[in-house]
Each structure stands twice: as C-alpha cells, then as structure tokens.
C-alpha cells in the first residue's frame, strides 16, 4: 500500500498575524511613495520587497524616469539616516567610506580621529554607481558583503537596517567604467526603470509643474523594518521548492544537465548561489504579499527576472548577436519542472 502525502500543517494564528501585519506596512510604505512617484507599480513593490528582505537593489535606466526620485521619496518614508553619493570618475574610496583626520585636543596637542564617509548610514543612495573607477566601486564591496567598513586598521559596523539603492545608466557608456560581476552579484535584484504610460504623464506634470508639490511622511523606523525583516526570514519553504530554486539557479549555469541549450550556447557564467538565496527572500516577500506563510514554485518563477537577470555573464558572441538576459533567464525557466526528476 503507497504511503499517503502528509497534510500540510494549518498555518497557525501567529503566523497569520504575522503575515497581515507585513501586508500593512508594505502597503503603507508603497501608499507614501506613491504620493510623489508616479506608476511603475511592480517596480515600487520590487524595491520595497528587497528592502524587507535585507538586500540591496540595482536601478538601471536613461535619465529623467525617476530612478534617484524612487530612492529619494522611499528614505523619505522611513525615520532612517538617509545619504547620496554622487559617483564620479574623480571620487575616491576614501570620500565614500572615510578617514583619518587629525584634530586638536581639547587641552591641548593633537590626535588621529576616524572621520565616516557618507557610507556610514542606513539608506545610501549610489547615484551612476557606474562612473566611479573600480577602485572606488571596490569601496562599496565590503560594506555591501559584510555591513562594515575597514580604513587603516579599524573596522568599523554599519547601522542596521542598512540598504543600498544603486542607479546607472544603460545608454550613455562613454567614460563609464561597468560594473564588476562580483559587485553585480552583491545586488539582490537588478531592476530595470522604463518609460511611463501615457495616462501617468499626466499625474507626473500635475505633480511637479503646479505649486501644490506632493510632501512624504515618515510611516515606518528601522526597528520596524527590522521586524519585518525577521518576519520575512520565518517564512517556510518545503524541500519540492527548493530543489526548484536549486534548479533553476543550475539552469543558468552552462553545461550543467538542467541548462537548456539557449543557455550553453549564450553564457560564459551563470548565476551563483546567491541567486538562490535572492529566489528564495523575495519569493518569502511574495508569499507574505498573498497571504500565504509558505513559498510556491509559483512564487520562485516571478521574482526569477529580477534576481538572476544580472547574474549572467554572457560570452562574446552572445553580446555580438545582443542577446538579451532577460530573454535567457525566461528559456531557463521554461526548462525547468516544479517536479523532480
């Protein structure tokens, strides 16, 4: 006699609890940002699941579409130390993580103090992250990694909740210096910024052309991101989804027998096990987001594009033939089942 499935156990009334509580501060948080960002729904809802799921995130379009608003108008929301770094090609690490400065004592004499860089905050706005030199993009890698910040021979912890919002911009490369793949690999999500629809050009002049310009209230504190942070990580996921995410993450993985030929045709790299861990926070986001206290396959297949698109590194005839990751990341979800086989 075949043995029968075990039920699936009752979410219970805390979870549930838990899980409302979630939906009112993420619809809280996209209400506020929303009284001055116009449209672009899945893009606010995206930013706000990796900021509660302890990430940071990748913004990428041509200028003028909202990207440093976006940043702007989220810290707005928050009662959080808020800081913009502009990237240029002559900003050095030093100016983003700080440094040693002397200054006078009170009686008298002098001494070496750590000045912090504008790095020492929690929501750090990177604005075209792209046009530093990678000497100075190096400087972000270990505060983005480890959530600290190394000068001389002190070390020195971030403050939590700690995030940041990268921007760049796809089109105008001339005097830009890319992005490494181990820096992109730090990024949860790669999000990509597109034009507005017609009907929300008219809330955007509405908004920024008359004399009642649209203010931004705090609703939330890092305590409370922090807890919902926790709540994000108490989400359940069974064994079945996570050998999917597993799965799909090798399906981007050239030679690897779940690739599909799309894949080891196109890519030189494929995604690394952070892109498991990327499908797995923000599938707990979505779950909570449905009401549900447990992570689909469903789920893993939505957040898919955002989490891996930046995580393939494509080899030189793919780039010749401006193969588009977006396009490779859909082939390997198509080859992937939910089942085992």
């Known amino acids: 006699m075949s043995e029968q499935?075990?039920?699936r156990p009752a979410v219970s009334a805390d979870a549930a609890a838990q899980a409302t509580r979630f939906r009112e501060v993420f619809d809280r948080l996209k209400r506020e940002v929303h009284k001055v960002f116009v449209g672009h729904d899945e893009l606010v809802e995206n930013v706000l699941s990796v900021l509660l799921s302890d990430g940071h995130v990748l913004?990428?379009?041509?200028?003028?579409?909202?990207k440093t608003l976006l940043a702007r108008t989220l810290a707005s929301s928050l009662q959080l130390d808020f800081s913009r770094i502009q990237f240029t090609p002559d900003l050095m690490p030093a100016d983003?993580?700080?440094?040693m400065v002397l200054r006078e004592k009170e009686g008298g004499g002098h001494e070496l103090a750590f000045e912090p860089g504008p790095v020492v905050a929690n929501f750090i706005l990177a604005d075209e992250i792209n046009r530093a030199t990678p000497k100075t993009q190096s400087a972000m890698l270990e505060a983005m990694q480890e959530r600290q910040i190394s000068v001389a021979r002190r070390t020195m912890p971030l403050p939590e909740p700690f995030i940041v919002m990268a921007t760049q911009n796809p089109i105008e490369q001339e005097g830009t210096y890319p992005l490494p793949e181990a820096q992109l690999d730090r990024f949860l999500v790669k999000l990509l910024v597109d034009y507005p629809e017609e009907r929300d050009y008219h809330d955007i002049l509405l908004r920024t052309t008359g004399t009642d310009l649209p203010t931004v209230e705090p609703v939330s504190t890092g305590d409370e991101i922090i807890s919902m942070r926790r709540i994000v990580r108490s989400v359940e996921v069974t064994e079945q989804v996570r050998a999917?995410?597993?799965r799909l993450v090798m399906a981007t993985q050239p030679g690897s027998p779940h690739a599909p030929a799309a894949i080891s045709r196109a890519v030189a790299l494929g995604s690394s096990p952070r892109g498991a861990q990327g499908l797995m926070l923000m599938g707990k986001v979505r779950a909570l987001m449905g009401g549900r206290f447990a992570v689909s396959c469903e789920d893993v297949r939505a957040v898919a594009l955002p989490v891996l698109r930046h995580r393939l590194l494509l080899n030189f005839e793919a780039q010749a033939d401006r193969v588009h990751p977006d396009d490779l990341v859909r082939a390997a979800v198509s080859s992937v089942s939910e089942l085992s086989r």
């Open 5 to 7: 499935p075990k039920a």
């Open 59 to 66: 913004l990428e379009g041509v200028p003028g579409l909202g």
């Open 96 to 99: 983003v993580v700080g440094t």
């Open 244 to 246: 999917y995410a597993i």
